[in-house]
């Protein structure tokens, strides 16, 4: 049996993680919301956090939440997070306008960039008439 001194995933070394984002997503299996944690944080993606069925049902699926949680790691089994202090698990006010454009039912569909190319006149070369003239 070999030790490693070196974890693979450092970012999983602490136990609590505070000011989590986690995002709302139907679970069909359980057939209930669940949340996930999403990018762009020192933890990694796609981490479901266990929380009550309560408090992810008053808004819709795709909201952001901000919430304080512990890891759990399992014999063998996928970490996942729970959250700690129920009470003051809260829509993430940092992703404010995200959160109510899911409320009102808006798609959030990145507008495509138009570009637009500019027209480059030639200048018309000048015509150069000559006139024939022609002797008899």
Do not use: W
């Amino acid at each position: 049996m070999q030790l490693s001194l070196v974890s693979e995933m450092p970012e999983l070394e602490k136990k609590i993680f505070l000011d989590i984002y986690a995002t709302v997503y139907f679970d069909t299996r359980r057939n209930r919301p669940r949340l996930k944690t999403i990018d762009g944080q020192r933890i990694p993606c796609d981490l479901t956090v266990g929380c009550p069925m309560k408090i992810l049902s008053d808004f819709p699926e795709g909201t952001i939440y901000k919430l304080d949680a512990r890891l759990v790691q399992k014999n063998g089994r996928r970490p996942y997070f729970l959250t700690i202090n129920k009470n003051k698990v809260q829509r993430a006010i940092e992703f404010f306008d995200h959160n109510i454009q899911i409320q009102k039912g808006l798609k959030l569909h990145q507008k495509a960039k138009s570009i637009t190319f500019e027209k480059i006149k030639k200048e018309k070369e000048p015509v150069k008439v000559f006139e024939e003239i022609s002797i008899f």
